[in-house]
């Protein structure tokens, strides 16, 4: 496949390739400064025009850069399921509806929960200990501050709304 670069439509001062490279105007490809996030994605930290840094996920700048903006409620779905592959023809703009059925098509699609989960901040055996602490009087505040989360999620906890699978 032959590489397309065409200039990033929301940063003038980036260029994106269709394979899923992004660099700066005349400058080197930039792609060895990528790094992965938890979900496996590349994404890269580019200086906005107001002087910030804000990270960019590639996929999401080569579908913008060749697909054009996203039509409202839609986000970037991966054709062969794989968040490591940035190639324009891989990706399309995709409804959430959508992007499910296609993980789950493609065996990607996981709900993961408590412990299982690498966002979990609270472990599951501390779970069983925050219901007794409210059991016993205790308020969401205190115990929120205890595991720096908020109040309503301990909330959540509580009532069973979260880690369920814990008793």
Same mark, same amino acid.
């Given at each position: ?78 054709? /062969? ?10 990706? =399309?703009?995709? @409804? &959430?509806? $959508?992007?499910? #059925? *296609? ?20 472990? /599951? ?10 059991? =016993?009087?205790? @308020? &969401?505040? $205190?115990?929120? #501050? *205890? ?21």
């Amino acid at each position: 496949m032959r590489e397309e670069i065409r200039p990033y439509p929301r940063n003038p001062e980036y260029e994106v390739s269709n394979l899923g490279r992004v660099r700066t105007v005349g400058g080197k490809w930039r792609s060895v400064k990528a790094r992965k996030d938890r979900g496996n994605y590349y994404y890269v930290s580019i200086k906005h025009p107001d002087g910030r840094r804000k990270n960019e996920a590639i996929h999401r700048m080569v579908t913008i850069t060749f697909h054009g903006e996203p039509p409202a409620g839609h986000e970037v779905g991966h054709r /062969d399921g794989v968040p490591t592959n940035n190639i324009a023809t891989n990706l =399309r703009w995709v @409804t &959430r509806s $959508e992007n499910v #059925r *296609d993980a789950i098509r493609h065996g990607t699609f996981m709900r993961l929960s408590g412990d299982a989960n690498p966002r979990t901040h609270i472990p /599951d055996a501390e779970i069983p200990i925050i219901r007794r602490r409210h059991a =016993r009087g205790e @308020t &969401r505040t $205190e115990i929120a #501050r *205890d595991y720096a989360t908020s109040p309503p999620y301990i909330g959540h906890i509580v009532a069973g709304r979260r880690r369920q699978h814990v008793q």
